[in-house]
């Protein structure tokens, strides 16, 4: 048995959470990145022809098509997952992302290539979205399993951590470069962050080379062998329990909408309609990125004390509650009061929500088809949910004549959906002991908490 660190964790523990965490940072960093791009970038570079609400638009609508693949990845890296193991994909996603966001960041503008830019734009969009479709399933998946007993919400939340890495990071690049003169910034300054992609990439793959497999997983897969002399299908496995799977694309949706709406959207809105410069959001992101490092791993031992489920209905309201107010503020063009706004609307209770869903959907799949499940609730509501959320707040404020209150009334309707599937959802804590590895183990079925 390896020796437990002073931090109460083994040293697998601790790789395991490492990796798991430098996966997520990339996830966001190149999602972020990207949101933060199409509002105040894009549109100028690859879109200039096109009448300033259309540009933004087809900016947006670039950003939404690339959620549409992740739940396609999401299935196909979940499948490779629960057989071959979650190292294989973690490996694989970190690579595809990292050459996908660098190939964004070379692409010539349309003003060179004409419509050769926005094509070869959608392409790579393409890209990230397939891989990042399996990132979060396997990170997820392998480090709540590592975790000690009764800290498996904290633990997980540092994925969430390492999101907020990623918005210091991208938010904090974006800015500094957002200070430079705009023509040097729209034809060079932008695509820096870009191509820093490939850098966090290397850094991941060198980290994740060290992962090595949960004792649940391993275990599982033997004991699948010695009785049954097969592995089953993790899609059929995943589906075993419908209620949860569809349940987890319902309760992903609100926490997938929080940050596209708060500071994606809302960046695009203050650029477009209060002439406020852009380097105050990018500067914003940062400042969220900062405060999301600590909170999320805060609401992750809440988690543990009060359950996942109430943490979340917290989050999911509290959400609801903030998007008027922060809206209020970006209106006002006061630097402090738009940063205020930002934090308000996401840091507070939006990261309550993303600190949980990870640790909550493992929790809802039995082990033998967990990654699969956790993509699909996670990959279909960011799909659902986040891709669609800076298109449709714009469509619906532009139809209001530049009110934001049908944002608010979106926000609110998601987190309802959020709320109600959060109390329908069967919650298993027992994540080592559940569903077919239990039955193995005892040799006699058992009523898992999945279908309970």
Not at 72 to 94: A, H
Not at 122 to 134: A, H, K, M, T
Not at 276 to 299: D, S
Not at 437 to 446: F, I, K, S
Request: glycine residues 12%.
């Amino acid at each position: 048995m390896a020796t437990v660190a002073s931090s109460g964790l083994t040293p697998k523990q601790r790789k395991t959470i490492a990796g798991g965490a430098i996966g997520t940072l990339i996830e966001y960093y190149d999602y972020y990145l990207y949101g933060l791009a199409a509002a105040a970038v894009f549109p100028a570079v690859f879109f200039s022809s096109n009448d300033p609400v259309i540009a933004q638009l087809s900016s947006f609508a670039t950003f939404a098509v690339g959620f549409f693949l992740r739940p396609v990845g999401g299935i196909i890296w979940g499948i490779v997952g629960d057989r071959k193991g979650r190292k294989v994909v973690l490996m694989s996603t970190v690579i595809g992302m990292g050459l996908a966001t660098t190939g964004i960041g070379l692409i010539p503008s349309d003003q060179m290539i004409g419509v050769a830019a926005p094509l070869l734009l959608l392409f790579f969009r393409l890209c990230q979205g397939f891989f990042v479709g399996g990132e979060m399933g396997g990170a997820a998946t392998m480090v709540v399993e590592a975790a000690p007993t009764g800290k498996r919400g904290l633990y997980g939340a540092f994925l969430i951590s390492g999101a907020g890495i990623a918005n210091v990071v991208s938010g904090g690049l974006m800015a500094g470069l957002g200070l430079t003169p705009e023509s040097w910034f729209l034809q060079w300054g932008w695509r820096i962050p870009f191509v820093f992609s490939i850098v966090l990439a290397i850094a991941a793959i060198v980290l994740r080379r060290q992962l090595e497999e949960s004792d649940a997983f391993t275990e599982t897969q033997t004991l699948l062998l010695a009785t049954t002399g097969k592995k089953p299908n993790p899609l059929v496995e995943a589906f075993r329990h419908p209620k949860n799977a569809i349940m987890g694309i319902l309760i992903g949706l609100p926490q997938s909408i929080a940050g596209y709406v708060v500071l994606t959207y809302g960046l695009a809105y203050m650029l477009a309609d209060k002439n406020i410069p852009a380097w105050i959001g990018f500067a914003g992101t940062m400042l969220v990125g900062l405060l999301q490092i600590v909170v999320a791993p805060l609401w992750g031992a809440i988690s543990d004390r009060i359950g996942r489920r109430t943490v979340y209905i917290i989050g999911c309201l509290g959400f609801a509650a903030m998007v008027y107010p922060a809206f209020m503020m970006f209106d006002t063009g006061n630097m402090w009061l738009i940063w205020l706004g930002q934090i308000l609307g996401f840091v507070v209770f939006g990261v309550a929500m993303q600190a949980t869903l990870s640790t909550m959907l493992v929790e809802m799949f039995d082990p033998e088809a967990r990654t699969t499940g956790v993509n699909i609730g996670y990959q279909f509501s960011n799909t659902l949910g986040g891709g669609l959320a800076p298109l449709i707040c714009t469509a619906l404020v532009a139809a209001a004549g530049g009110a934001f209150w049908p944002v608010v009334i979106y926000a609110a309707v998601i987190s309802v959906i959020g709320v109600i599937a959060t109390l329908v959802a069967s919650i298993q804590p027992d994540v080592e002991g559940a569903g077919r590895l239990h039955e193995l183990r005892t040799n006699a079925p058992v009523e898992t908490g999945a279908s309970r």
